[in-house]
């Protein structure tokens, strides 16, 4: 396998977007882990993540032969066999590494495990029946969700409510995201009600701007380029929902750095920002759909 598929294969470009989830998620449970032990977080659920995106191209290797034959199965480049088996090592790894890491963090497996196979069960699911499955936007703003929730339980053996409170904020935001990207083939979206779920974030933020100036400016921020990143559906143009698509997910980060910010972690809350700017970058080099 080719180092360029292999980039392609796992959506590489979306990455700074698991790093930002993981730091929001131990900030959330309130725990303050050293450097070595944040990037080692950050690579686990980075090895869950491109497991997820391999296992996407693995399962959906039909439907691309049809509408996506530039993928790298369906034009032959790559083996089925190949992704399906890289896939599953890489997500058998990031369980061991979370689990490993729960256990060194906080002394306890058990339930940082129970986390991250909810949230290896869920990738699975996802990526197997998720073509024809109205709930799968759902589906994928629960795995994006339990990134936040595995990080917190890998720092501490309770999280506090904030964790799954923004945690399903932000499984609201990627059922707006993912309805965009099923719709991505058609160049067009048959309906817009599902994207009121990405208001929701955005209210929520401006709750938290109310006695913060600082946060009311990453919460405008977010809100604006959520704003902008859906002008691109209006204009119908060939690209225009993909670069939609794209632009949401960088969004990400900035919801990320919005939570940050209300915790009172403006330093971190720059680096969000940081993040943000690396996924654009890194979208141009790799697509992130």
Known sequence: MRWSDALQLGRVSNLPTVWTNTLAGVVLAGAAPGPAAML???????????????????????FDARHRPERPIPSGRVSAAAVFATGFGMLAAGLVLLTWLGNTLQGSGGRVLLAGVVLAAAIVFYDWYHKHNPLSPVVMGFCRMMVYVAAAFAVVADP???VYLLGALLLAYLIGLTYIA????????????????????????????VEDSRVAAFCAFFAAWVLYSLSFLRRRRAGDVPRAVGYLLAGICLWDALVLAAQGRIELAGLALGAFALTLLLQRFVSPT
């Open 182 to 209: 099923k719709q991505e083939h058609l160049g067009r979206l048959s309906n817009l009600w599902p994207l009121v779920f990405l208001a929701l974030p955005v209210l929520w933020g401006v709750n938290a701007s």
């Open 160 to 162: 506090p409510a904030a």
């Open 40 to 62: 080692g977080l950050c690579l686990a659920m980075s090895l869950f993540y491109v497991a997820g995106m391999f296992l996407n191209d693995a399962f959906d290797r039909g």
